[in-house]
């Protein structure tokens, strides 16, 4: 057995040291010791709760035998994971968060003496305010990140699902989550608590399935953060200084995370949230008479030539690099480009691919060193002096128009200066407009050369003819 | 007059926000998929309560419904902690240095 307060103290402890994990992550070489640093202040919270119940039953083994398959299945699915997969393996982690809350807060309001809560129909106020309100951020949680991780799987069409009346259900709903929870308080009748889960699993619905494929970074950042806030619920029902810490750690890392996604497609949180981007602007866009004009076609020697004579190249990936998983591909004909004395780098714009972070990883997972990859503000400047950009499944991020066309909708966007640098080699299937539905000016600039394919047999045939 | 306990977890967790504030704005943009992976494995320190709930019961019936609860939410969380720290690990891993290269 031990103390309340040394029990307390360790609590304390494991949240410093979660704390550290995160301050490791300022570096790459700081950032293993940080995540051994997380998994030591694990080891203690889970290590000190089992000493401190000190109930070594039947009940201890079966909870082994849970961890022990828990485990197993995490670590290999941790093992198995494709890096590219790396956005939809976020979500569903997410969903587990969320719905491991609303289970430990339904045990709570079931049992609430062995939480020191009160008694069944006798709870305290404050703790039912607290589980309720724990449970139904990690029922929003679960069913949210359960619909991210469909659409980014593709098992469900990421484009926006809306009705009428959308918004009005879900302020509606989230009302009478608020209305219920007082009644639940002052009535303490558990029929109360069992609607308002069912309620927030609807809303996680809703939240999400209005929200566009290429919104995914803000959604996975927002129930990043959500997981966090539901944690922090639990803890203050369970009255646990590590899961209060926790909890505003990943509340505000998430929250963070959401603020700059949204700053890197300069959209407001509210905007991306309330949806359907992509649906509303496409019919205003297409009508512009932009799609007859003159674009220059070139193929793989004609890139190969360019880039070969080139003494710097900056390569802009984005989403269709990982759908195409070309960053192998990348790094062999970055590889041959260095031995030919060519100066190369990568420019990475806030937003590309699905979620914050995403092409560093697949570039890491290449092979490419991590000082050579730089971000939008770092490396903007250099494109004027630079001779070859090379784009590889990015299209939004690039297009001029953000900085001149005020009607736009990517007008005021932080976009990548491609079109400054003296030849811009384009990577793309077809001339279709990117995601947010218009068309991109920079496939008919005179220094642009379109290389229509599959990004990853496009960077191979360089390869060879390089 | 004493005060509530609960100022004190509040103070506690306002305080935590603003560490995590100004510690998440210096995490290198580079690694904000392990910084989403890491905060998701140490979230699931929600298995702590999970424990709690499996094992405190006091009916003496190990397979009461809020026990049963408790186990189920420690299966998802353990999923989480190992799957979390460790792809976490395989990633930062794979950052490495030009001069490391050689």
């Known amino acids: ?466 | 007059m004493e005060i509530d306990p609960f100022i004190f977890r509040l103070s506690i967790f306002i305080l935590s926000i603003f560490i995590g504030y100004y510690v998440v704005w210096s995490v290198t943009p580079s690694l904000h998929t392990p910084l989403m992976s890491v905060t998701n494995a140490i979230s699931s320190v929600i298995i702590v309560g999970a424990i709690i709930a499996a094992l405190a019961g006091g009916s003496g019936n190990i397979f009461d419904t809020a026990n049963v609860f408790g186990y189920l939410a420690t299966i998802l969380a353990a999923v989480n902690i190992f799957g979390g720290f460790l792809v976490t690990h395989r990633m930062l891993a794979m950052y490495k240095k030009k001069k490391d290269k050689k």
Request: proline fraction near 4%; hydrophobic fraction near 50%; aromatic fraction near 10%.
């Open chain 1, 1 to 466: 057995m031990i103390s309340a307060n040394l029990l307390a103290v360790f609590y304390l402890v494991s949240g410093v040291l979660f704390i550290l994990a995160l301050r490791g992550l300022s570096s790459p070489e700081t950032s293993r010791q940080g995540n051994l640093f997380g998994i030591i202040g694990m080891s203690i919270a889970i290590g000190v709760t089992i000493i401190s119940v000190g109930n070594f039953s039947t009940g201890f083994l079966i909870l082994l035998v849970l961890l022990l398959i828990g485990g197993s299945i995490g670590s290999f699915i941790a093992f198995k994971i494709p890096m590219t997969a790396m956005p939809e393996l976020v979500a569903g982690f997410h969903s587990l968060v969320g719905l491991a809350a609303v289970f430990v807060a339904i045990s709570a309001f079931l049992n609430p003496e062995v939480f020191n809560l009160g008694n069944p129909g006798d709870i305290k106020i404050a703790s039912l305010i607290e589980m309720s309100l724990g449970a139904a951020i990690g029922a929003i949680t679960f069913t949210g990140s359960i619909i991210a991780f469909l659409k980014l799987r593709g098992i469900m069409s990421g484009s926006p699902i809306t009705f009428f009346g959308q918004h009005y259900l879900n302020l509606f709903l989230g009302l009478s989550l608020l209305g219920l929870i007082f009644y639940l308080c002052k009535t303490q009748v558990d029929t109360w608590f069992w609607i308002i889960i069912t309620i927030s699993f609807l809303v996680g619905i809703l939240l999400i399935i209005p929200i566009g494929g290429a919104d995914m970074p803000v959604v996975i950042s927002m129930l990043n953060s959500y997981s966090g806030w539901a944690a922090a619920g639990i803890g203050f029902t369970l009255e646990n200084t590590a899961l209060i810490i926790t909890g505003a750690l990943v509340g505000s890392s998430g929250a963070i995370l959401s603020y700059i996604m949204c700053k890197g497609m300069n959209r407001s949180f509210f905007n991306v949230i309330l949806g359907g981007w992509g649906a509303t602007d496409q019919i205003s866009s297409s009508s512009s008479s932009k799609e007859q004009r003159p674009v220059k076609n070139g193929n793989a020697d004609d890139a190969a030539f360019l880039m070969k004579n080139a003494s710097s190249v900056i390569i802009v990936p984005g989403y269709g690099m990982a759908v195409a998983q070309a960053q192998h591909a990348l790094r062999e004909m970055v590889d041959v480009l260095k031995k030919n004395g060519v100066k190369v780098s990568y420019a990475i714009h806030p937003v590309a691919g699905r979620m914050p972070g995403h092409m560093n990883v697949l570039l890491a997972e290449a092979n490419v060193p991590y000082d050579e990859v730089f971000e939008l503000e770092e490396i903007n400047n250099d494109f004027a002096n630079c001779d070859v950009a090379y784009v590889i499944g990015a299209n939004d991020v690039t297009n001029p128009i953000a900085k001149s066309d005020p009607q736009s909708p990517i007008y005021g966007m932080p976009v990548l200066d491609v079109e400054k640098s003296k030849s811009v080699l384009f990577v793309k299937r077809s001339l279709s407009p990117g995601y947010a539905g218009i068309d991109n000016d920079l496939f008919y600039r005179d220094n642009t050369l379109m290389l229509f394919a599959d990004a990853k047999k496009m960077t191979e045939e360089i390869v060879k003819s390089l």
